[in-house]
C-alpha cells in the first residue's frame, strides 16, 4: 500500500476500484474504539463491527439477541477510534427484515449516529428489494450470503453451504440480485471454495471471504479471533496470527505475584 493510500480516508468507491485492480481488500471485525485505533493504523481497509459481538463481548451461543441499540454503540466507539478506514455496521436479527421503512430507519441510524460509512445485510434474493431502496437512499450495503447466523435455526447447522447443487445455484443467484440491487461488496461466509471462486470471478463487486477459499477479492476475520484471544472454539478456517490470551494470561499472573508479595506499587510506581 502506497503512503498516499495509508492517508486517504477509504471510500466506498475507492475500495471498489482497488479491488478492481487487483489488490485484495483486507476487512477485520472491530466492536470498541482501543482496537479500532490500532486495527486502523496497522493498515486495515475496512472495519466491520459485526453482530458477532454478541458471541465475543456478549457471551452468547449466537448472534440473534444482539440488538440495534447495542450495534449502534459499538458502532459508534469503532467510528471514534477509526481515521482511516471503512466502518460498516452489521444490521442485527430483524432491524430491516420487518418493512422497507423499518429498514430505512435503522440503517439510517446506523449511518447518522453509529458514523458508519456502510451497512451490513444478510440474506440474498429476498433482502434485494430493501438493499435497492436503501442504496437509492445513498446508504451502501455490503451483502452476506452463505453461513448466515441470523439464519442458524433454519440452517440447522454452521456447515458449509453450497456443496449441493441446488444450494449452489441459489448462492450464486442470490449474489448476481445483490450485486443488481446495489450492494457493493458481498461477504461469502463459508461458501464452498470453488462456488466461491465462480461467484467472485461473474460478480464486478469485490467478494469478502471468511472460510471461503483464497479466490475471493478479501478476506474478513473477527478480531479476536484472529488475535488468539477468542479461545471458545476455533473454527478450521480461523488463524491464529498471535496468541494474545497467552500474553493476558501471563500478565495477570505476574501482576497479581507482584501485589500479594507487595513488589507493587514501587517506590516510584505513585
Ligand atoms: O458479525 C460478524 O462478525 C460477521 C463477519 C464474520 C462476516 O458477520
Redesign the pocket.
Given at each position: 500500500m502506497s503512503k498516499e493510500q495509508r492517508q486517504r480516508p477509504n471510500t466506498v468507491p475507492r475500495l471498489v476500484a482497488r479491488a478492481a485492480r487487483g489488490e485484495k481488500l483486507v476487512?477485520l471485525?472491530a466492536y470498541d474504539a482501543l482496537f479500532a485505533r490500532i486495527q486502523d493504523e496497522a493498515g486495515v481497509d475496512i472495519l466491520?463491527v459485526?453482530?458477532?459481538?454478541g458471541n465475543v463481548y456478549g457471551g452468547h451461543r449466537d448472534?440473534l439477541k444482539v440488538t440495534l441499540e447495542q450495534m449502534l454503540y459499538h458502532t459508534a466507539c469503532v467510528s471514534r477510534g477509526v481515521q482511516r478506514a471503512l466502518v460498516v455496521g452489521?444490521m442485527p436479527f430483524m432491524s430491516v427484515q420487518t418493512s422497507e421503512r423499518d429498514a430505512l430507519v435503522a440503517c439510517g441510524r446506523m449511518i447518522a449516529e453509529g458514523g458508519a460509512a456502510a451497512v451490513?445485510i444478510?440474506g440474498g434474493t429476498h433482502m434485494a428489494a430493501t438493499i435497492r431502496r436503501l442504496v437509492e437512499c445513498g446508504i451502501p450495503v455490503m451483502g452476506?450470503i452463505g453461513l448466515t447466523?441470523q439464519s442458524i435455526h433454519k440452517l440447522g447447522s454452521w456447515s458449509t453451504r453450497g456443496r449441493d447443487q441446488e444450494e449452489a445455484a441459489r448462492l450464486l443467484e442470490d449474489a448476481r440480485q445483490l450485486q443488481q440491487a446495489g450492494c457493493f461488496s458481498i461477504?461469502l461466509?463459508k461458501v464452498e471454495p470453488g462456488l466461491a471462486a465462480r461467484i467472485t470471478e461473474e460478480l464486478d463487486i469485490p467478494t469478502?471471504g471468511?472460510g471461503s477459499g483464497v479466490d475471493c477479492n478479501g478476506q474478513?476475520?473477527?478480531n479476536m479471533d484472529m488475535l488468539g484471544l477468542f479461545e471458545d472454539f476455533k473454527p478450521a478456517f480461523v488463524r491464529h496470527f498471535a496468541t494474545l490470551s497467552a500474553d493476558v494470561r501471563k500478565a495477570v499472573d505476574e501482576y497479581s505475584r507482584a501485589v500479594r508479595e507487595g513488589s507493587f506499587p514501587g517506590p516510584d510506581e505513585v
Open positions: 476487512v471485525t466491520l459485526g453482530d458477532s459481538v448472534t452489521d451490513k444478510e452476506h447466523p461477504v461466509e469478502i471468511i474478513v476475520l473477527v
